[in-house]
């Protein structure tokens, strides 16, 4: 791990991107305002349009006044930031962008002595991925000199399990895989790193944490949105894809995985990993008892007319893409054998929520038999956005001379507990990428296991006519095939 002002530069594609200008920046200049940025460092932009160094600092000002969580106290402050950032316009297929990166890197890296460490990020659309893999092994920029070299590669990482397979292979001629970061933001998010700490430091949680006492897990990822302008990867991409190949599946992974040795990359990877080995593997012939896709159609939220997903742009009007998944897995090994973790995700949601939700039995024999409405189960909920906490429902009597019982929830929220504005998930993962931390980045193995469990769900998708779509309707919780999905093991949807 690098010392506190121990020097780096790092190199994005794609720096004209929405990911740069929302996401990355932001997050930079958030680290550097709290003082968490390492120095000295040097951040290189590179993108087709030509710019010179001042239009590229004066667009990078604007992005951190929208974006920013810190905004710059004053213009001392952002100039000193502004200073090390350095555009270099060029063609990320062609040879030549790579070498005015070495001689750019070479500059700024005589000043410091010859230190160099070096942070790649690749913010470019996936499309682009070979090419800079490809360029930076051939150039040599792969390598390590003098220092640290890393790669950080967005999702998704490949379309299905041969393309993962074959962007691991490029990358692996490239970098070695302790060299190479692949990011989940959802990962750096303070609710979902709480999970470990939760479950794992808190002794009273450990013993109840298996199918002795959990009934089923709930796990959503809603969005309110629809597709926005990005019509045209959606129709590439869908659902599946885009949210429960790999944020759905991280979040299953933190609450199934065993307990590791330590807090260190390899062991908590090692216990990830052994939850999706354990997944019961899915038939492509029998893939409507574990799966159900919806596509949204016109409707309201929070009161006003929204198109329907055929009506939006850069979408087929007679698409078949999913816009809404609902999965039943089961993860086959000895803590958790016959509990369903049920998991869903879908635009045009009647609320922006991702949250985890543990049913726990209920109690074996009902003493309460004169209260009508029985005893509910436990339930205890974590949510992840957007108002990050914890809360466990429980039941007690309510005031009266008589016995009724009602739900109460014991509620911790992170914003009134520790106060302030919790770190954006980008700042986190770009810090530990920096210090070399690679603990909430997903392995090459990994994501290759995450392919291969929803592979069958694609292919059993792929040899059979999609649902009547649109099959739910926008600002609604989704189809009803996913309702009755859920009442068959038992229990139903919650309403977060």
Same mark, same amino acid.
């Given at each position: ?79 000193? !930031? ?19 990166? /070495? ?19 690749? *913010? ?17 920029? *792969?390598?390590?000199?003098? %220092? ?55 002794? $009273? ?21 629809? &597709? /926005? ?25 933190? $609450?199934?995985? =065993?307990?590791? &040795? ?24 029998? &893939? ?8 949204? %159609?016109?409707? !309201? ?10 009506? /939006? ?17 089961? &993860? ?37 038999? #004169? ?11 974590? #949510? ?33 507990? !520790? %106060?302030?504005?919790?770190? =954006? ?16 980045? *997903? ?19 792929? *040899?059979?006519?999609?649902?009547? !779509? ?27």
């Amino acid at each position: 791990m690098p010392s506190a002002d121990e020097p780096f530069a790092l190199i994005i594609f794609g720096a004209s991107g929405d990911l740069t200008r929302r996401k990355l920046i932001p997050a930079l200049w958030s680290l550097y305002a709290s003082r968490t940025l390492p120095e000295p460092f040097s951040i290189i932009a590179t993108g087709r349009t030509e710019m010179s160094d001042e239009q590229f600092r004066t667009r990078v000002r604007d992005s951190v006044t929208e974006f920013a969580r810190i905004q710059p106290p004053s213009d001392k402050v952002w100039d000193r !930031f502004a200073s090390a950032l350095t555009y270099v316009s060029g063609d990320p297929t062609e040879d030549d962008l790579y070498r005015r990166l /070495e001689t750019t890197l070479g500059d700024i890296e005589r000043q410091r002595d010859g230190r160099a460490n070096r942070l790649f990020y690749c *913010a470019t659309p996936p499309s682009l991925y070979d090419d800079i893999i490809q360029h930076l092994g051939g150039s040599g920029l *792969a390598r390590e000199q003098r %220092g640290w070299t890393r790669i950080i590669v967005e999702k998704p990482f490949g379309r299905d399990a041969t393309s993962a397979r074959e962007l691991n292979r490029l990358l692996a001629a490239a970098f070695r895989e302790e060299q190479i970061y692949r990011i989940d933001h959802y990962l750096g998010k303070e609710t979902v790193q709480n999970i470990l700490v939760f479950r794992f430091a808190n002794g $009273i949680l450990e013993p109840l944490w298996n199918r002795t006492h959990v009934a089923h897990v709930q796990l959503t990822v809603a969005e309110t949105l629809g &597709v /926005e302008t990005r019509g045209a990867y959606y129709e590439e991409a869908g659902a599946l894809r885009d949210m429960a190949q790999n944020h759905l599946l991280q979040l299953l992974c933190l $609450i199934a995985m =065993e307990p590791p &040795v330590t807090f260190d990359a390899g062991p908590v990877r090692d216990e990830k990993n052994k939850v999706l080995h354990a997944i019961r593997p899915i038939d492509p012939a029998r &893939v409507d008892e574990v799966a159900v896709r919806g596509q949204y %159609g016109p409707g !309201f939220l929070n009161g006003r007319p929204v198109p329907g997903y055929r009506q /939006e742009k850069g979408v087929s009007p007679a698409s078949a893409t999913e816009t809404y998944v609902a999965l039943k897995l089961f &993860v086959d090994n000895w803590r958790w054998a016959g509990v369903p973790f049920y998991l869903r995700t879908g635009k045009r949601l009647p609320s922006r929520v991702s949250e985890i939700a543990i049913t726990f039995h209920r109690t074996p024999h009902m003493i309460f038999r #004169r209260d009508p409405a029985g005893v509910a189960s436990n339930v205890l909920v974590i #949510r992840i956005q957007p108002d990050e906490g914890i809360a466990l429902t429980v039941t007690a009597k309510t005031p009266g001379p008589e016995m009724k019982l009602a739900p109460v929830m014991l509620d911790f929220h992170y914003g009134e507990v !520790f %106060g302030g504005q919790p770190p =954006e998930a980008y700042e986190r993962l770009l810090l530990d990428a920096i210090h070399g931390d690679p603990t909430l980045y *997903a392995r090459g193995d990994w994501v290759e296991q995450a392919w291969d469990i929803l592979t069958p769900v694609m292919a059993g998708w792929a *040899a059979s006519p999609p649902p009547p !779509f649109s099959n739910y309707d926008a600002g609604t919780w989704g189809p009803a095939e996913a309702t009755n999905f859920i009442v068959e093991g038992g229990g139903g949807w919650r309403t977060p």
